[in-house]
């Protein structure tokens, strides 16, 4: 308690009216005016006292800490945000229509506790009632309606705008305050870099609980806030900042003080200012987007929407009370109000619809994020292209193209929910000797087409590869019909295809180890189906037809310049050069004028030489899809005329090795996701590739080979091979082989140049 006490009132010459009245409404200093109008001029003295209570001060938390950690992601400014990870984890949230799941998740645990406690194998049933979640799930979250989309929108679960931002972000620091008088914590602002470009982030900031929602308002901004992101706004536009903004309010905050203070007027101005910037703006909305709150941040060049986010004029509460009197019809109001990504994006209000995982983006806000991350830096990375006038146009006939249509377009009819989907019909398949037949007409042809130097047709070509692509489509089909695995595919092929990622990045692990267990579980199954035989048939009779066709599209005059630049450029290498240079000096320093006056290391070395080149000209004949018949390998000419059964044992023994070698490197998880990279890269390429997606597969297959050939080069298969190779050698001498073979395709006396062996082309 404090007190004061005041002198009796009596008025002097010395004092004047302004003294006495020098008082405050409260009465804390000077005379009060009741007390001056009570008082009674003359000897009388009377004391009072005023008393006042003093509060004690609030204590204000900074959320700087004691110890800052310098390393902390996005940098040691990211201390001076006041969003940090909560201590406790969220409790789940079951929304209405989601109660069904609830009994096989239940069913679930009961089955994992059992065979925990039990100490049995129960995971055949725990796998059975997995599948059937996740197909419940699947069927669940394909067929959402409307007003189920506004339900998971509001998840009180779903990652705000602050949790995506620390997601995506390299470095963001907040800023703060409108430079009026106020910092409205319901919209953020700060700057932040992704892959090193500096953008401007803002955004509706949603509490993740109770306490936190009523600090943030529920995510409602007064026009603080708003002029907030005006003085953002300018910021980014005066440096050059691209601006990222994200929408997730019910609205505007409508109270009277907020309309006391220009609430229409501070979105109003942010609506012209945002028409008027000249760096890029892209808008995501990550929930629910409501009226004009949402839209004072949301004038973008681009506007994207989460899959199961809403932008709406009116809630679909507030419609239904309006239209029919009752919140009850909200439902029906949020199917006729067209509110979902989907319905957005074909009215051209919203330009791209970003995927969610099953069950929502609470099911996996990081996976989300990532998503979010690779949309807006495509978007990005096509608005920095455009002139500043361009961008400005493009940004104008955005919304000025909204509402506008066309007599005579046909409208979509109207959806049918619970009528059961039409099957595709079922293709007749050729009849196995009928297929044989045309193939080996087209064989025919092939042949005389060759034998007389005329062109193909390439319809025919194309027709017949059309048809067995067909034929082995529907094999592998049936094949999974047969093995069980139909709905499998179908539920990773919709997962594959919402996981899109950037070039420079592999597939999600969790969804990348689903593929690969499902692919092995079908390789392995695969030669049990009842249909294997004709699959292989088919797939045989196709290679052969690629190869004619590719044949075919080669000119011959064409061919035989590749070739023979191909052979000259085999020759032309320095190591081949250098061995048959040597191998003349060295016969020409021995003056031995016949071929029987050679030693026999002297012809093993002639002999080596020949294999070289017989074998690299062979791999360039075959790289040509050629066949070669007519050279060959004098080495496996011995080995076939050696009744050696212990050589040809061995061979075999060196080559399961060297195969077993090859798997063990090929499982390695490097050269695994290579592997699987050049499959996604060929998957993307399609039928009609470019040229940088070639250069990658060309890049990447030539890394793999490099790997195999690596692992392959160890010292202990190499001595096998060598060791392997001199018994062959000895083998050959001891038969005679080597001396005839070598007399009858050695080159004539006197002369050192080989005669090049005449390939057969087949």
């Given at each position: 308690?404090?007190s004061?006490s005041?002198s009796p009132?009596?008025l002097?010459g010395s004092?004047?009216?302004?003294?006495?009245?020098?008082?405050?409404s409260s009465?804390f200093s000077?005379?009060?005016?009741?007390?001056?109008?009570?008082?009674r001029?003359?000897?009388?003295r009377r004391d009072?006292?005023v008393s006042a209570?003093?509060?004690k001060?609030?204590k204000?938390?900074?959320?700087w800490p004691?110890?800052?950690?310098?390393n902390?992601k996005?940098g040691?400014?990211?201390h001076?945000?006041?969003f940090?990870?909560?201590?406790?984890?969220?409790?789940?949230?079951?929304?209405?229509?989601?109660?069904p799941?609830?009994?096989?998740q239940?069913?679930?645990?009961?089955?994992q506790?059992?065979?925990?406690?039990?100490?049995l194998?129960?995971?055949?049933?725990?796998?059975?009632?997995?599948?059937?979640?996740q197909?419940a799930?699947?069927?669940?979250?394909?067929h959402l309606?409307p007003?189920?989309?506004?339900?998971?929108?509001r998840h009180?679960n779903r990652?705000?705008f602050?949790d995506?931002?620390?997601?995506?972000?390299?470095k963001?620091?907040e800023?703060?305050?409108d430079?009026?008088?106020?910092?409205?914590?319901?919209?953020?602002?700060?700057i932040?870099?992704?892959?090193?470009?500096?953008y401007?982030?803002?955004g509706?900031?949603?509490?993740r609980n109770?306490?936190?929602n009523?600090q943030?308002?529920?995510?409602m901004?007064?026009?603080h806030g708003?002029?907030?992101?005006l003085?953002m706004?300018?910021y980014a536009d005066h440096?050059g900042?691209?601006?990222i903004t994200?929408i997730?309010?019910p609205g505007?905050y409508?109270?009277?003080?907020?309309e006391e203070?220009?609430?229409?007027?501070?979105?109003?101005?942010?609506?012209r200012?945002?028409?008027?910037l000249?760096v890029?703006?892209?808008?995501?909305?990550?929930?629910?987007?409501?009226?004009g709150?949402?839209?004072?941040?949301g004038c973008?060049?681009?506007l994207?929407?989460?899959?199961?986010?809403?932008?709406?004029?009116?809630?679909p509460?507030a419609?239904?009370a309006?239209?029919?009197?009752?919140?009850?019809?909200?439902?029906?109001a949020?199917e006729?109000?067209?509110?979902?990504a989907g319905?957005l994006c074909?009215?051209?209000?919203?330009?791209?619809?970003?995927?969610?995982?099953l069950?929502?983006?609470h099911?996996?806000?990081a996976w989300?994020s990532q998503?979010?991350?690779?949309?807006?830096?495509?978007a990005m990375?096509e608005l920095?292209?455009m002139e500043?006038q361009e961008?400005?146009?493009?940004?104008?006939l955005k919304f000025?193209?909204?509402?506008g249509?066309?007599?005579?377009?046909?409208?979509?009819?109207?959806?049918?929910?619970?009528m059961?989907?039409?099957e595709?019909p079922?293709?007749?398949?050729?009849?196995?000797?009928?297929?044989?037949d045309?193939v080996?007409?087209?064989r025919?042809?092939?042949?005389n087409?060759n034998?007389?130097?005329?062109e193909?047709s390439?319809?025919?070509?194309?027709?017949?590869i059309e048809?067995l692509?067909n034929?082995i489509?529907?094999?592998?089909?049936?094949?999974v019909?047969?093995?069980g695995l139909?709905?499998r595919?179908a539920?990773?092929?919709e997962e594959f295809?919402?996981?899109?990622t950037s070039q420079?990045?592999?597939?999600?692990?969790?969804?990348a180890d689903?593929i690969?267990?499902?692919?092995d579980?079908?390789?392995?199954g695969?030669?049990?189906?009842?249909?294997?035989?004709?699959?292989?048939?088919k797939?045989?009779m196709?290679?052969?037809?690629?190869k004619?066709?590719i044949i075919s599209?080669?000119n011959?005059?064409?061919?035989?310049?590749?070739i023979n630049?191909?052979?000259?450029?085999?020759?032309?290498?320095p190591d081949?050069?250098?061995?048959?240079?040597?191998?003349?000096?060295?016969?020409?320093?021995?003056e031995?004028?016949?071929?029987?006056?050679?030693d026999d290391e002297?012809?093993?070395?002639i002999?080596?030489?020949?294999q070289?080149?017989?074998f690299?000209?062979?791999?360039?004949l075959?790289?040509?899809g050629?066949?070669v018949?007519g050279?060959?390998?004098?080495?496996?000419?011995l080995i076939?005329?050696?009744?050696?059964?212990d050589?040809?044992?061995?061979i075999?023994?060196?080559?399961e090795e060297i195969?077993?070698?090859i798997e063990d490197?090929?499982?390695?998880?490097?050269?695994?996701?290579?592997?699987e990279?050049v499959r996604?890269?060929?998957?993307?390429?399609?039928?009609t590739?470019?040229?940088e997606?070639?250069?990658?597969i060309?890049a990447l297959d030539?890394?793999?080979?490099?790997t195999?050939?690596?692992?392959?080069n160890s010292s202990?298969?190499?001595e096998k091979?060598?060791?392997?190779?001199a018994?062959?050698?000895e083998?050959?001498?001891s038969?005679g082989?080597?001396n005839?073979n070598?007399?009858?395709?050695t080159?004539k006396e006197n002369?050192?140049?080989?005669a090049?062996?005449e390939?057969?082309?087949?």
């Amino acid at each position: 308690m404090a007190s004061m006490s005041h002198s009796p009132v009596a008025l002097s010459g010395s004092s004047t009216a302004s003294d006495l009245l020098r008082s405050s409404s409260s009465g804390f200093s000077g005379v009060p005016l009741k007390t001056l109008g009570r008082a009674r001029f003359g000897a009388r003295r009377r004391d009072f006292t005023v008393s006042a209570k003093i509060g004690k001060a609030k204590k204000h938390d900074y959320p700087w800490p004691a110890d800052p950690d310098p390393n902390v992601k996005g940098g040691i400014l990211t201390h001076l945000s006041y969003f940090k990870p909560l201590k406790d984890k969220p409790k789940q949230v079951t929304l209405d229509f989601e109660k069904p799941l609830l009994d096989l998740q239940k069913k679930i645990v009961d089955v994992q506790r059992m065979a925990n406690e039990t100490g049995l194998d129960f995971s055949d049933q725990i796998i059975s009632l997995e599948n059937k979640y996740q197909q419940a799930l699947k069927d669940l979250y394909t067929h959402l309606t409307p007003i189920q989309r506004v339900n998971i929108a509001r998840h009180p679960n779903r990652p705000t705008f602050l949790d995506h931002v620390f997601n995506i972000t390299d470095k963001f620091v907040e800023l703060h305050g409108d430079r009026a008088g106020y910092n409205d914590p319901a919209i953020v602002t700060g700057i932040g870099t992704i892959d090193g470009r500096r953008y401007m982030f803002m955004g509706h900031q949603k509490g993740r609980n109770t306490k936190e929602n009523v600090q943030r308002n529920f995510g409602m901004p007064t026009p603080h806030g708003y002029r907030k992101a005006l003085r953002m706004m300018r910021y980014a536009d005066h440096h050059g900042f691209p601006i990222i903004t994200f929408i997730d309010t019910p609205g505007a905050y409508a109270d009277l003080k907020s309309e006391e203070l220009g609430q229409g007027e501070a979105i109003a101005h942010n609506l012209r200012t945002m028409f008027g910037l000249k760096v890029p703006i892209v808008s995501i909305v990550i929930g629910e987007g409501g009226s004009g709150g949402a839209l004072a941040i949301g004038c973008a060049n681009k506007l994207l929407m989460l899959e199961n986010a809403v932008f709406y004029v009116a809630s679909p509460e507030a419609c239904a009370a309006i239209l029919w009197k009752t919140a009850s019809a909200a439902p029906k109001a949020a199917e006729k109000l067209r509110i979902t990504a989907g319905e957005l994006c074909r009215l051209h209000v919203a330009d791209g619809i970003i995927p969610e995982p099953l069950g929502g983006a609470h099911a996996d806000p990081a996976w989300t994020s990532q998503q979010i991350k690779i949309a807006v830096v495509d978007a990005m990375d096509e608005l920095t292209k455009m002139e500043t006038q361009e961008l400005l146009k493009h940004r104008m006939l955005k919304f000025r193209n909204i509402g506008g249509f066309q007599e005579g377009i046909p409208v979509d009819p109207e959806r049918k929910v619970n009528m059961k989907n039409r099957e595709e019909p079922i293709v007749d398949k050729t009849p196995a000797g009928e297929l044989e037949d045309e193939v080996e007409k087209l064989r025919q042809q092939i042949f005389n087409a060759n034998k007389s130097d005329t062109e193909l047709s390439e319809s025919g070509l194309n027709e017949m590869i059309e048809k067995l692509q067909n034929e082995i489509e529907h094999e592998y089909f049936e094949a999974v019909q047969t093995m069980g695995l139909k709905n499998r595919f179908a539920m990773l092929q919709e997962e594959f295809a919402k996981a899109r990622t950037s070039q420079d990045e592999l597939l999600h692990a969790a969804l990348a180890d689903k593929i690969t267990k499902l692919k092995d579980e079908f390789n392995q199954g695969l030669p049990e189906t009842p249909n294997y035989p004709r699959l292989m048939n088919k797939r045989e009779m196709l290679f052969e037809i690629i190869k004619a066709k590719i044949i075919s599209e080669k000119n011959t005059a064409t061919l035989k310049q590749e070739i023979n630049k191909r052979f000259k450029e085999v020759m032309g290498r320095p190591d081949l050069k250098e061995m048959i240079d040597a191998l003349k000096a060295e016969m020409e320093t021995s003056e031995i004028s016949t071929i029987e006056g050679l030693d026999d290391e002297l012809k093993e070395k002639i002999l080596k030489v020949k294999q070289e080149i017989e074998f690299e000209m062979a791999e360039v004949l075959k790289s040509l899809g050629l066949d070669v018949a007519g050279v060959g390998s004098i080495a496996m000419d011995l080995i076939q005329q050696t009744p050696a059964p212990d050589v040809k044992s061995k061979i075999e023994e060196l080559n399961e090795e060297i195969n077993r070698g090859i798997e063990d490197v090929v499982r390695s998880s490097d050269l695994k996701n290579k592997i699987e990279l050049v499959r996604l890269e060929l998957i993307k390429a399609g039928q009609t590739p470019d040229l940088e997606s070639i250069d990658k597969i060309k890049a990447l297959d030539q890394e793999i080979r490099q790997t195999i050939a690596e692992a392959m080069n160890s010292s202990e298969l190499l001595e096998k091979f060598e060791k392997l190779n001199a018994e062959i050698s000895e083998s050959a001498e001891s038969s005679g082989g080597l001396n005839e073979n070598f007399c009858q395709e050695t080159p004539k006396e006197n002369s050192f140049e080989y005669a090049r062996p005449e390939p057969e082309l087949n």
